[in-house]
């Protein structure tokens, strides 16, 4: 969960969000490195009086400073391709979530049970608990197992939406006609929160998406 004042990323629940952060320190260092020698190179030629009207070309240094960045971008490429990969694997599990987008709320739905479609609109701020989340909390929850994968079907009613969940790693649009999948492991029970991530009309900010995971007896006792 996100709070005020907050420097980095979402604390991660899963290993694909676990991934990100490794991925994301590894661009850190990468850049920082880039900005240090671009710095001290810009201070040096500020500061510098010196000047050579002899050297008119330096085949090595061309060599260089072309070998060098490519060196770097494949540095960088290559953990990006294993974690789009990562973030592209289906599993075979047998936990099915599909969320539909309508303007503006979610309604869930879990494939080959008795338990039907469900709506989840956003709690007003007048009808706020004690403790409970400005512009996130619902009517009702989308329930999935942790230590288990469980797939995740987004589609949409009307306009283009976009169903995302950053502690787990999840982010996909939501498309009238379409069916878009990933997979998501959620490593420990708890209450995670997302939002819409597409501008779908004048209510977008208004339709949260909210994810309790419970072990999976606990999951087999609801009314499904």
Not at 26 to 50: C, R, S
Not at 77 to 87: E, F, G, H, K, W
Not at 134 to 157: K, W, Y
Not at 202 to 223: K, Q, R, T, W, Y
Request: proline share 4%; aromatic share 12%.
């Amino acid at each position: 969960m996100s709070f005020w004042g907050q420097l980095n990323l979402m604390d991660a629940a899963s290993p694909v969000q676990s991934e990100m952060f490794l991925f994301h320190d590894h661009a850190m260092v990468l850049l920082l490195g880039i900005f240090t020698f671009v710095a001290v190179v810009g201070v040096n030629l500020i500061l510098n009086t010196f000047s050579s009207r002899v050297t008119l070309e330096a085949q090595r240094l061309e060599t260089i400073w072309t070998i060098v960045p490519a060196l770097l971008l494949i540095w960088l490429a290559l953990p990006s391709l294993r974690l789009l990969y990562l973030l592209d694997e289906q599993s075979n599990s047998g936990i099915i979530l599909k969320a539909t987008g309508h303007q503006w709320y979610w309604s869930y739905e879990i494939p080959f049970s008795n338990s039907g479609s469900f709506d989840s609109y956003m709690i007003p701020e007048n009808d706020l608990n004690e403790g409970d989340y400005r512009l996130l909390e619902v009517d009702n929850r989308a329930v999935v197992p942790f230590g288990m994968e469980t797939t995740v079907i987004a589609t949409s009613a009307d306009v283009l939406h976009a169903w995302a969940l950053p502690s787990m790693g999840v982010k996909m649009d939501a498309v009238p006609g379409r069916l878009n999948t990933m997979s998501m492991y959620v490593e420990k029970p708890g209450v995670y929160y997302g939002q819409c991530s597409e501008i779908c009309g004048a209510n977008h900010s208004f339709m949260p998406i909210v994810v309790e995971a419970v072990g999976l007896e606990d999951f087999c006792s609801l009314e499904f």
